[in-house]
């Protein structure tokens, strides 16, 4: 799953922390895209169960490519 950190109703955050409560995705790769880059909220994102995390200034396709490569 690929998701952006900052949404309208439930952060990326909050997504991924529901979606690893449900034991039935425990292997279920995410990866959360933001323009969040501090150092805290990349450890967040890590934290709550995000297998990566790509800024966005620094997004390139084939980087995100790559990560799903080695996450499937």
């Known amino acids: 799953m690929i998701s952006d ?30 323009a969040l880059e501090s150092r805290e909220d990349r450890e967040r994102g890590i934290d709550v169960g995000a297998n990566a995390y790509i800024v966005k200034r620094n997004f ?11 996450l499937i």
């Open 5 to 34: 950190v900052e949404m309208p109703r439930m952060n990326g955050f909050d997504l991924t922390t529901k979606i690893r409560s449900d034991k039935k995705f425990a292997d279920l790769p995410i990866v959360l895209v933001t």
């Open 60 to 70: 390139e396709q084939s980087n995100l490519l790559e990560v799903i490569r080695q």
